[in-house]
T-cell receptor, first 110, second 113 residues
């Protein structure tokens, strides 16, 4: 079993749709959580950190459930420019290693 | 302010050869991590360098080695290349080994024939 698992996707949604991605992690020692975005053939870029209380950044909402070892990302009012692969990342803050999921691909269509 | 830079951008090698990839961290960053990203997968952690020493290592064989220089730049070396080493190699830099926020370079795409 992989340490970080994501919805396999792909997700194909119309503009304006709301879409949610899920991620589970197996290492209970994980302390920091992130969502990265990766455009085709480009490097990953940090989208947002995920906090225990949940956090929102514009149309994006991230939530963490430590008891269930589950992270989610909600995108509201999808734009064409949201089309990308979304990577879930967990990290044990005391260590340098970040563990990435395999990503979920989102395509937003007109 | 230059971000993370990697060279070369593309590389073609044959099985058994050796390769060296280079990374210059973002200005002010002292920690460099290397990742391997195979097609359709997420980046896999290879190792991290801080203060010119390997601090953390992922599940990669000894054929993968690295180095960090006094100016914080880093090299990734892969010996005895296998077809399965074909991937995008990403370098990420951060302010210290425990820092959560890391910035990635555009990567080096390695093809092993």
């Amino acid at each position: 079993r992989k340490e970080v698992e994501q919805d396999p996707g792909p997700f194909n949604v119309p503009e304006g749709a709301t879409v949610a991605f899920n991620c589970t992690y197996s290492n209970s020692a994980s302390q920091s959580f992130f969502w990265y975005r990766q455009d085709c053939r480009k490097e990953p870029k940090l989208l947002m950190s995920v906090y225990s209380s949940g956090n929102e950044d514009g149309r994006f909402t991230a939530q963490l459930n430590r008891a269930s070892q589950y992270i989610s990302l909600l995108i509201r009012d999808s734009k064409l420019s949201d089309s990308a692969t979304y990577l879930c990342v967990v990290k044990n803050t005391n260590a340098g290693k970040s563990t990435f999921g395999d990503g979920t691909t989102l395509t937003v269509k007109p | 302010d230059a971000g993370v830079t990697q060279s070369p951008t593309h590389l073609i090698k044959t099985r058994g050869q050796q390769v060296t990839l280079r990374c210059s961290p973002k200005s002010g960053h002292d920690t460099v991590s290397w990742y391997q990203q195979a097609l359709g997968q997420g980046p896999q952690f290879i190792f991290q360098y801080y203060e010119e020493e390997e601090r953390q290592r992922g599940n990669f064989p000894d054929r993968f080695s690295g180095h960090q220089f006094p100016n914080y730049s880093s090299e990734l070396n892969v010996n005895a290349l296998l077809l399965g080493d074909s991937a995008l190699y990403l370098c990420a830099s951060s302010l210290g080994p425990g820092e959560n926020i890391q910035y990635f370079g555009a990567g080096t795409r390695l093809s092993v024939l």
